[in-house]
């Protein structure tokens, strides 16, 4: 059973350009979650999703950020107009139905933005 | 608003020697859950340990266990028999219980390094 894949797992943006992150979660999960970690620091989480479904985005900056899980498909974070401060590791994670409790991890997208 | 606290940014322990990790938390939640996650360096998140917050004994699982003193809100893991990969990050976590926010609060971390 593959765990949760994220790419891709580097990513180098400039100042004013879009980035765009996937996530799959673990095969017969259908809740999602993003988080980003500054250096140093630990994970602040941004928001959480279902299928077709926003849950939670108390964590999101108001401008600039968005994301989406389809029916089909990965779940996207999506980036618009990356400032430097934007550079960070965005980690997903995923839950089945019956655990809510209990996430996994992906490998993380390091962004860093020039 | 919860907040967690992890009050010591860098530890060391001889291989084979016991360490704890300190975590401590507030909420005013009485359903929750507690977590230690660990971080290497190859910065993949690892679950380490879990604890409901219902169930009074601690969490054990093999060399890791967990002392839980829910009134202190405090959650210390400790690392028996510690070995050279456990040099990591180690997250504490808590989330809530109630239904419709399952997102998880993260301490700072402590970076623990393990010396042979």
């Known amino acids: 059973n593959a765990g949760v894949m994220q790419n891709p797992r580097h990513l180098v943006r400039r100042r004013g350009q879009e980035a765009r992150l996937r996530c799959s979660p673990m095969?017969?999960?259908?809740?999602v979650y993003w988080y980003r970690q500054l250096p140093e620091e630990g994970l602040k989480f941004m928001v959480y999703?279902?299928?077709?479904?926003?849950?939670?985005e108390s964590g999101m900056p108001k401008e600039r950020f968005s994301a989406e899980f389809p029916k089909e498909g990965p779940s996207i974070l999506r980036i618009q107009q990356v400032v430097r401060g934007d550079s960070a590791a965005y980690f997903c994670?995923?839950?089945?139905?019956?655990?809510?409790?209990?996430?996994?991890f992906g490998p993380g997208t390091r962004l860093t933005v020039t | 608003a919860q907040t967690v606290t992890q009050s010591q940014p860098e530890m060391s322990v001889q291989e084979a020697e016991t360490v704890t990790l300190s975590c401590t938390y507030d909420?005013?939640?009485?359903?929750?859950?507690l977590f230690w996650y660990k971080q290497p360096p190859s910065r993949q998140m690892i679950l380490v340990i879990r604890?409901?917050?219902?169930?009074?004994q601690n969490a054990t699982e093999n060399r890791f266990s967990v002392n839980f003193q829910k009134a202190a809100k405090s959650f210390s893991l400790k690392i028996s028999d510690s070995q050279l990969g456990d040099t990591a990050m180690y997250f504490c976590?808590?989330?809530?219980?109630?239904?419709?926010?399952?997102?998880?609060?993260f301490g700072t971390g402590t970076r623990l390094k393990v010396l042979a």
């Open positions: 999703l279902q299928k077709e479904n926003i849950i939670d």
């Open positions: 095969k017969g999960h259908s809740h």
């Open positions: 976590a808590f989330m809530k219980g109630t239904s419709g926010t399952y997102k998880y609060i």
């Open positions: 604890q409901e917050a219902y169930k009074q």
């Open positions: 994670a995923s839950s089945r139905s019956g655990d809510l409790y209990e996430q996994y």
């Open positions: 909420t005013s939640e009485n359903n929750y859950y």
